[in-house]
């Protein structure tokens, strides 16, 4: 059966030349995502930066460790603390000891990133003077490089006007603004860390018994870098994004090379029957099959690890000049994605034709001929079990996470991973509603003056497994398009809704992290109408379950103002009953009943038991926690939310709260222009990365739907010869082609929207048991144009084989071999 096999691959070329596309640019995705997560798990080595030439540097507790019967679990705090007094006099004794401060500054005409530092620690860079001179006053400064100010230059800030009295070359990791000491500890009165010039063991001596202080010398003062974590950062985005995009692209490309490889199995019933007729035996015409499959795999394995070892350092120059991905990130020498690309494309291949190959052989001459004529019994007892119990578990899944946790529902990971689960269960049971569904939507046009309609009608229902293989690829575009950019658009309002639902009249940010001034603060409660309630930034800490540390964001407020100002979304207990002893929690805590008393950590580390004071709905999980302003100590007033008074004029107040931060450089937001502000439209680099997920995925499947198109149309070529033979003209049989190709697109495209909708409504339900009423956002215009590009690609993709293979005789086709 070797030598029929490959003669088999010679005569259907047509046949194996789409299964080799559909699997070779299978395999490249699969590599190419493979290199590129990969190379996202690993970052280059950073050598200190900004204190490169400082010998030592004595960092405060920048960590919360707390002990639980498994070890000890760590968080990052919000506040870090400053070294302790103590320690400070200590290693002054030691040699000379550099406090170092770090505050964002906002100069006109300046960069968009200044940092401003006290001019003692440019010695540690080391930045050195090109022009002018070092400053001394308070209102003078040294800028790094860049040309945008030059000494004698006065430059306005929003720390202040200055005089800018030097430059320094700049060190391509920063955009700094140094003050004198003196007046960089007015700006920042708070400093974390210290440059000292002393022996480090005599250091680690001086230090030793201060709970969390750490001693850095050699690469580790990389860690006293302010961005030490950049690098660490961007890998997790970019391994989540690869990885996202990754399982994505991987389940299309198994799911269209498995339908791909089946269909063309299916294809050629009339060729197996005549082949048993003939004395084969069924394992004879299985093991041609499969090696048929394997030949076609081992090539296209082959040849799509070639296109992805191409295709890999494109895609990561492409996600650097998108802003995806830093400059430093190249695709590295990993094999392992080869491997993996070239082992799941041969078993996809043969998986995909065990079921077929196994029916095929099953079936006696008779009956394998008598069935080579219309698609019977397309639904076998495998593809029965598969699909139902992939739906049973899509449905028992959603179930157990809207009765345990509905927030699980509004995660990344669940939203992307669900619908494939659908979109395979609603494959598997396509052509249980093919028939009927293809009769549904050819209604209108099966009624039609002429036998246009009725033809393209009872062709596609006819005609099951085609209509099925062909739809395919379209429910796997629509599914994912509408299900991934739906879920996105869905919390994105959810959010939104949140936001407008608990913000007053106005909210005001202030133009740095500084945060706003006592002095603004007055001004603002001096508005006359104007309910104000400031509040910061923080964060809190609980275990639970004695052994996850869970970290919470907080928002400090005086006791009170919050009640009025902002509408909390209580569900038990009242906002005016916090205080500095209490704390109002949500409802994803473990422990949520009003009075009870939680042992919790404040931002800085401090070990505290407080209170609930009420209890607030979870929400899409950015409700987090309040506190009062005692409980956030060193966190500066980063937002304030203002109510009106009875009767007060809403455009007077806005003016007033205009004019009170006029000199700090706040902005007024109304509520929707907070609403928007908080939640913008999808940004270019939102958008990039829709871009690389759906994008590479949508248009795989579309290349496979002009594939399965091309390899439908040529095995029709006696189905187009007996029209011709019956009268239809050459322009009658096209227009017939096309009709059939834009209502198998319908059957697809309607499936797609389907699961779409399945799992917009898991969303939907999730929301709603966290008490965020929305209502479900289908991308229409995405969606719309996929079903429009997928129609046009269908066509053409039909239509033009079918012009081709009717320039000849219809006789001549009549007498073609299938």
């Keep these: 059966m070797l030598s029929v096999a490959l003669r088999t691959l010679r005569s259907r070329s047509i046949t194996f030349v789409g299964s080799f596309v ?139 006007t200055v005089r800018v009295v030097g430059t320094v070359a700049g060190r391509g990791f920063e955009n700094a603004v140094f003050y004198t000491d003196a007046r960089a500890a007015q700006l920042c009165p708070t400093s974390t860390q210290l440059a000292v010039d002393a022996d480090p063991a005599a250091v680690r001596t001086a230090v030793r018994g201060s709970a969390g202080v750490q001693v850095l010398t050699g690469d580790a003062r990389r860690s006293a870098d302010a961005d030490a974590d950049r690098d660490s950062e961007a890998l997790t985005a970019m391994n989540a994004m690869f990885g996202t995009a990754a399982g994505v692209t991987t389940f299309v490309s198994v799911f269209v090379v498995a339908s791909t490889f089946a269909f063309s199995v299916a294809q050629r019933r009339r060729e197996f029957g005549l082949l048993r007729t003939a004395g084969a035996t069924p394992g004879q015409i ?84 008598r069935e080579a004529s219309v698609d019977t019994r397309t639904m076998t007892r495998g593809r029965w079990l598969f699909g139902a119990a992939l739906l049973l578990t899509a449905a028992v899944t959603l179930g157990l996470a809207l009765f345990s946790d509905p927030a699980d529902l509004l995660h990344r990971k669940t939203y992307v991973s669900r619908p494939m689960l659908l979109i395979t269960a609603v494959a598997l049971l396509a052509p249980v509603v093919v028939r009927p569904l293809t009769r549904l939507i050819a209604w209108l046009p099966a009624r039609l003056p002429g036998a246009g309609g009725m033809l393209a009608r009872e062709n596609a229902a006819a005609g099951v497994r085609r209509t099925a293989a062909i739809a395919a690829p ?118 949520h009943t009003v009075g009870e008393h939680v042992r919790v950590w404040l931002g800085d580390g401090t070990r505290k038991t407080l209170r609930i004071a009420a209890v607030m709905t979870a929400g899409t999980g950015n409700n987090g926690v309040y506190v009062t302003p005692r409980n956030t100590p060193g966190a500066s007033v980063s937002q304030v939310d203002v109510a009106l008074t009875d009767g007060a004029d809403a455009h007077a107040v806005a003016a007033g709260l205009r004019a009170a931060v006029r000199t700090s450089g706040g902005q007024v937001f109304t509520k929707e222009q907070w609403v928007r502000a908080s939640y913008p439209k999808t940004n270019r680099t939102t958008r990039m990365g829709f871009l690389l997920v759906l994008g590479i995925a949508l248009l795989y499947t579309g290349i496979s739907l002009a594939n399965t198109m091309v390899m439908a149309t040529s095995d029709r070529v006696r189905d187009l010869a007996v029209l011709r033979l019956a009268g239809a003209t050459r322009w009658q049989v096209l227009r017939l082609v096309g009709a059939e190709a834009l209502m198998v697109v319908a059957v697809g495209g309607v499936l797609g929207l389907l699961v779409a909708a399945l799992n917009l409504a898991g969303m939907w ?9 929305i209502t479900i956002e289908l991308p229409w215009t995405t969606i719309g144009a996929a079903v429009a590009a997928c129609a046009a690609l269908a066509v053409i993709s039909s239509v033009a084989p079918a012009a081709i293979t009717l320039r000849r005789r219809a006789v001549e086709l009549a007498g073609t071999r299938e």
């Design 286 to 369: 299985r093991r041609m099959v499969f090696v048929e499959a394997l030949s076609v795999g081992v090539l296209a394995s082959a040849a799509g690890c070639v296109l992805g070892a191409y295709g890999a350092p494109r895609l990561s120059a492409w996600a650097v000049d998108g802003g995806l991905a830093p400059s430093w990130f190249t695709i590295g020498s990993a094999t392992w994605p080869y491997y993996t690309a070239c082992a799941t494309g041969l078993l996809v291949a043969l998986c995909g034709v065990v079921t077929a190959a196994w029916r095929a052989g099953r079936t006696g001459p008779t009956q394998a001929l």
């Design 765 to 773: 339900s999730a929301l709603a048991l966290l008490s965020v009423p």
């Design 474 to 591: 379209v429910l796997v575009t629509v599914a994912l398009a509408g299900s991934l950019l739906g879920a996105t658009a869905t919390l994105n309002e959810a959010k939104a809704t949140e936001t407008r639902e608990q913000t007053a009249a106005f909210a005001i940010t202030p133009a740095s992290a500084a945060g706003f001034d006592a002095a603004t603060l007055r001004k603002l409660r001096a508005v006359p109408g104007a309910e104000v309630s400031a509040t910061s930034s923080s964060a809190v800490y609980v275990l639970e379950d004695g052994v996850s540390l869970i970290k919470d964001e907080a928002r400090a407020a005086d006791p009170g103002p919050p009640a009025a100002t902002a509408h909390l979304p209580i569900v038990s207990g009242r906002a005016g009953d916090l205080d500095d002893d209490s704390i109002i929690v949500n409802e994803e805590w473990q422990r």
């Design 22 to 160: 559909a699997l070779s640019l299978g395999v490249a995705l699969i590599a190419v995502m493979g290199l590129a997560l990969a190379s996202s798990l690993h970052a280059p080595d950073r050598k200190p930066e900004r204190f490169a030439a400082a010998p030592v540097v004595v960092r405060g507790a920048d960590t919360l460790r707390v002990s639980t019967p498994i070890g000890d679990r760590v968080q990052k705090l919000a506040q870090p603390r400053a070294v302790p007094a103590a320690v400070v006099a200590k290693l002054k004794k030691l040699g000379t000891v550099v406090e170092d401060r770090s505050f964002t500054v906002r100069a006109r005409g300046g960069p968009g990133e200044l940092v401003g530092h006290p001019w003692s620690t440019a010695a540690f860079g080391p930045y050195e003077i090109d022009a002018g001179r070092a400053p001394h006053a308070a209102d003078e400064v040294v800028v790094s490089g860049g040309g945008w100010a030059k000494p004698g230059e006065r430059v306005r800030t929003d720390r202040g």
